[in-house]
C-alpha cells in the first residue's frame, strides 16, 4: 500500500482544513487506517484511526469532538476534517495503514506511512 497525504496549508485559529490521503493497492479496505501529526521537537502522536469498513473509529483525546475521520473504500481514500482548529495542532501530520483491523493499533505497529503535510494554524 502507497499513501499520499494531501490538503495541509495555513488556516487562522478557529478554522477548518480537511486532509485526504489517497492510496493505492487492491487491499485498501483491508487496513485499519489512522492519521497521526507530528509537531518540531515532538514525537509523532496519535490523532484518529477508522476501521475497515468505516464503522468505527478512534480520536485522540486533543481531538476528540473537533476532528473527523471517514473513509471512502471506492476510492481508495480516507480524510481527516478538521475543525476549531487551534495553534497547538500545527504539525505535519501524516495517514498510515496497517494490516489488521484494530483501531487502537499503537503507532511502531502501522505496515505503511505516506509522505507527511504540513498544517500551521496562526493565532
Known amino acids: 500500500v502507497q499513501l499520499q497525504a494531501s490538503g495541509g496549508g495555513l488556516v487562522q485559529a478557529g478554522g477548518s482544513l480537511r486532509l485526504s490521503c489517497a492510496a493505492s493497492?487492491?487491499?485498501?479496505?483491508?487496513?485499519?487506517m489512522g492519521w497521526f501529526r507530528q509537531a518540531p521537537g515532538k514525537e509523532r502522536e496519535f490523532v484518529a484511526s477508522i476501521s475497515w469498513s468505516g464503522s468505527s473509529t478512534y480520536y485522540g483525546n486533543s481531538v476528540k469532538g473537533r476532528f473527523t475521520i471517514s473513509r471512502d473504500n471506492a476510492k481508495n481514500t480516507v480524510s481527516l476534517q478538521m475543525n476549531s482548529l487551534k495553534p497547538e495542532d500545527t504539525a505535519v501530520y501524516y495517514c498510515?495503514?496497517?494490516?489488521?483491523?484494530?483501531?487502537?493499533?499503537?503507532?511502531?505497529?502501522?505496515?505503511?506511512w505516506g509522505k507527511g503535510t504540513l498544517v500551521t494554524v496562526s493565532s
Open positions: 498510515a495503514a496497517v494490516g489488521r483491523d484494530s483501531i487502537y493499533t499503537p503507532k511502531y505497529e502501522y505496515d505503511y
Open positions: 493497492g487492491r487491499t485498501f479496505s483491508r487496513h485499519v
